[in-house]
């Protein structure tokens, strides 16, 4: 068969435990056979047909017999080498063979080692800052579990989302190695004409958005740093070599402390005066986050508080900027509905004065009042949701009961439209520990939390392209 990268007589080796490949009852092929054909299939497909690599795979080996001269010579000829670990692996002579010889031959840092980690275990020092591709997850009581045992079953999508990130970047691999004419020597990812982009490692249960958003990046072709595992001994400075490679820090945050590490990236990245986007769920209560640290972080004025897909957008719009338009730009044209209650008319005038600097037109809701019947209060209501571009509803002194009403009606009338609203902005002033959630979400719909007014991320927000 062809072999994809010159001067080499295969592009992938896979080393592996036999063990790790015994098929369980009721199935007939092994964990490992199954996992390198799903491999096999999405390689071809990014790289463009059926022949386009070459990849070696030993079927007869057993753990008490030796690596053959054959063995060895599929090993010295081969681009990169794909190894399974596991404890069957760790217990291998022959597989700590395959794997020293291949990092005399390429080297530690020639990114030629691609990790597949069968089960949660130690690592040797030799594999320490590899970056991995974990193939195992925490079940609900915290106990780590194989993917894909027996076989991969349709319910375990974040099997198949991991092997597509696996072929992807073994394909993009062996496209670099490629492209240097030269086996040996493989592209600084600073020779890209993207920018690189440190994205923060998050707690467990963040795990597979993670996942998700390096997916998306991925998929645009964005570098993405970290590529290792840091040393605990030399944590800051390796972590702070990694941070001044990179335009721009972004970082998934949940309610869970992790150990301060979140705090700890996000405080190397601020004093590094790296440009910072951070995101959590729209959803997450601040009121019910306990420790008072990780609240902060989360009311930090670079939170985003939207769904993933919409984060994904404010990146590529960060990284993407219109080069023609003014920073920021007036939004000429744009006429914003500030909905507030009578409760808050000291917040609505921070904000009016906000929108006035700015030049950016918009309206209030009337005046309750003896000259105004409740009639003419809904349809002056119902008249500024129909053709108002955007929306900012106020829940500050006013209850969560008026806040989630006024969403109501933002929903109704987007069926009388004939465009839907670009933008519906609560902003929530953190100004109570009881405050009740509003447990609500719509298409469109942003939080914005904070116990002080940001006047620079509010603009952030109704200066984004999709207002």
């Not at 089960?119 to 997850?137: A, C, I, K, M, V």
């Not at 979400?441 to 200066?463: D, G, I, W, Y």
């Amino acid at each position: 068969m062809p072999v994809y990268v010159p001067n080499y007589k295969n592009d992938i080796f896979v080393s592996y435990a036999h063990v790790d490949n015994e098929p369980w009852v009721g199935t007939d092929k092994g964990w490992v056979t199954t996992l390198i054909s799903q491999i096999k299939i999405l390689l071809k497909q990014q790289l463009g047909r059926a022949d386009a690599f070459t990849l070696w795979m030993d079927y007869k080996l057993r753990g008490n017999e030796s690596v053959t001269p054959d063995i060895d010579e599929q090993l010295h000829n081969s681009a990169l080498l794909l190894l399974i670990l596991s404890p069957g692996y760790l217990a291998s002579r022959w597989c700590r063979y395959e794997l020293t010889t291949f990092l005399t031959k390429a080297g530690k840092n020639s990114g030629r080692v691609f990790m597949i980690e069968k089960n949660r275990l130690e690592r040797p020092p030799e594999l320490g800052d590899l970056l991995g591709y974990p193939f195992w997850t925490l079940d609900e009581r915290e106990n780590p579990r194989t993917l894909a045992v027996p076989c991969p079953q349709p319910n375990e999508p974040e099997y198949y989302r991991r092997v597509d990130d696996l072929a992807r970047e073994l394909a993009g691999k062996l496209q670099h190695l490629k492209q240097t004419d030269s086996p040996s020597i493989s592209i600084p990812l600073q020779s890209t004409t993207f920018p690189t982009i440190f994205l923060a490692e998050v707690s467990t249960d963040l795990d597979e958005r993670r996942y998700q958003l390096k997916r998306y990046l991925d998929q645009h072709n964005i570098p993405i740093l970290p590529n290792r595992r840091y040393s605990p001994t030399n944590l800051q400075a390796e972590l702070d070599e990694d941070l001044q490679h990179c335009t721009l820090f972004i970082q998934l945050l949940s309610g869970q402390h992790a150990q301060g590490y979140p705090q700890f990236q996000y405080d190397r990245a601020k004093a590094l005066g790296l440009p910072i986007l951070q995101w959590r769920e729209l959803t997450l209560n601040l009121n019910n986050i306990e420790l008072e640290s990780q609240r902060k972080l989360l009311e930090s004025p670079t939170v985003i508080a939207s769904s993933l897909v919409e984060f994904q957008t404010q990146i590529a719009h960060y990284l993407h900027p219109q080069p023609s338009l003014p920073s920021p730009p007036k939004l000429t044209g744009t006429w914003v509905f500030l909905n507030a209650s009578p409760l808050d008319k000291e917040l609505s005038q921070q904000i009016e004065n906000v929108l006035e600097n700015q030049e950016i037109a918009y309206s209030l809701p009337l005046i309750p009042s003896t000259n105004t019947t409740p009639t003419e209060l809904r349809q002056d209501l119902e008249e500024n949701l129909l053709y108002c571009d955007a929306v900012i509803i106020l829940y500050g002194q006013t209850s969560v009961v008026w806040v989630r009403e006024q969403l109501r009606y933002c929903r109704r009338m987007q069926g009388q439209r004939s465009v839907p609203l670009k933008l519906i902005l609560v902003y929530n002033q953190l100004s109570s520990p009881s405050k009740l959630p509003l447990n609500m979400n719509l298409p469109n719909l942003r939080l914005l939390e904070s116990a002080e007014l940001q006047p620079e991320l509010l603009l952030n927000l109704l200066h984004s392209p999709t207002v």
